[in-house]
């Protein structure tokens, strides 16, 4: 059933007046790891799976909540003494607790959700879930009056402070400011961003998921950051976007092996993200799949986030004569995101799917991108 018919129906049964439909999208990434809480620069754009909501006012001070997908109900007040246990909750109670943090309103409502964004999968479920909660409080209580960036902001330190993810910026920014067939480039320490058009002719971006399913929280996430500030730290830098290959080679008897590597891997992405920008404005895609490639063996050689499944798919994207290839999101599981010629796509497709199934035993979850609008007001 459409999403929206979906939590319409849940809605009128369980709480039984008029509502409001928000949503907000999962997000891809170009290229760009693990770069933004580092200060450097991201290439995401929002996607066609979503996470969306029907809410209403209740005129009380209790949030009531129940997820389709889940089959699962919670209510909690708004103070902080208030978190609710279950951790899909906390999402929605740390966005409501970051609105009024900031001195925005937030008042008690009803509301029912789901999606269509594949949970683990590194598209971002969660920041499509904070994203969707922010835009429709901020559009229910304050007029639009918290800007957009805020808005991602509010999503990224319910990460931080209810959910346990010292993630940086990218998911939630994707999420509320995506457009349809653009892909923007975000600089994570001014903040300034462009959108670039984004709409080959000739190649298109598919979504290998390998379904082996990565939890950020308590995960070596927060580890890899950790190790980054640690570095920049050495370095006397606020984040690794100031530091080279040469200052890094100036500490490396100073600084742990590993440590080391994951400052390689940052200053060399933020490098290869800039490549990109100037292959896409000449057109040359040929490029842009040699970075993607790097980048692959960079987050899983050097900055070890990747996983054998996905090491698996490169090879095979490589095999395939796929232009370019590489794990996508935090890592540790989840897609390769893959810039395939037109034409080739069927058979890389076929190929991925009958070789990892021999392999694994399940075939891999096949996704085309769709560039699309982030959170937006359906209804
Ligand atoms: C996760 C985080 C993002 C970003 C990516 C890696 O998706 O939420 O902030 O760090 O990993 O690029």
Same mark, same amino acid.
């Given at each position: 059933? @459409? ?79 208030? $978190? ?36 683990? $999968? ?71 961003? @462009? ?75 933020? @490098? ?108």
């Amino acid at each position: 059933m @459409e999403l929206k018919n979906k939590i319409s129906e849940e809605f009128n049964k369980r709480f039984n007046k008029p509502g409001s439909v928000y949503a907000s999208a999962g997000r891809i990434n170009l290229i760009g790891e693990h770069t933004d809480y580092n200060g450097g620069f991201v290439f995401p754009g929002a996607i066609d799976k979503v996470i969306m909501a029907k809410i209403a006012p209740n005129d009380t001070d209790k949030v009531r909540v129940y997820s389709v997908d889940l089959d699962d109900y919670a209510e909690f007040g708004l103070n902080e003494a208030d $978190a609710p246990k279950a951790s899909w909750a906390r999402y929605i109670f740390g966005v409501c607790r970051e609105v009024i943090k900031r001195g925005g309103i937030v008042k008690g409502f009803d509301t029912v959700f789901a999606g269509n964004v594949p949970l683990g $999968a590194g598209l971002s479920s969660s920041a499509a879930l904070e994203s969707c909660f922010a835009f429709a409080i901020n559009d229910l209580f304050n007029d639009n009056s918290i800007d957009k960036f805020e808005l991602a902001k509010i999503g990224q330190s319910t990460e931080h402070n209810y959910c346990g993810v010292n993630c940086g910026i990218m998911d939630q920014f994707a999420s509320i400011m995506g457009k349809a067939d653009k892909l923007m480039r975000l600089d994570c320490r001014s903040m300034e961003f @462009e959108y670039f058009p984004f709409a080959p002719e000739d190649y298109e971006l598919i979504l290998i998921d390998s379904r082996v399913k990565h939890e950020l929280a308590d995960s070596p996430y927060n580890k890899r950051r950790a190790s980054c500030e640690r570095v920049a730290k050495r370095l006397g830098l606020d984040t690794l976007r100031d530091a080279t290959m040469p200052l890094l080679n100036s500490i490396r008897t100073d600084i742990t092996a590993e440590d080391y590597f994951r400052a390689k891997f940052v200053i060399e992405e933020k @490098e290869r993200v800039l490549a990109v920008c100037d292959a896409l404005n000449a057109g040359d895609y040929e490029t842009v799949g040699r970075m993607m490639y790097e980048t692959h063996r960079g987050l899983s050689d050097d900055y070890e986030v990747s996983c054998e499944e996905l090491d698996f798919l490169n090879d095979i994207a490589r095999e395939c004569g796929v232009t370019g290839s590489r794990i996508m999101g935090g890592g540790f599981g989840g897609c390769t995101i893959n810039l395939v010629k037109k034409g080739l796509s069927d058979k890389f497709i076929e190929t991925a799917k009958t070789r990892f199934n021999e392999r694994y035993g399940h075939e891999p979850q096949v996704y085309p991108v769709v560039i699309c609008d982030g959170a937006h007001i359906v209804d």
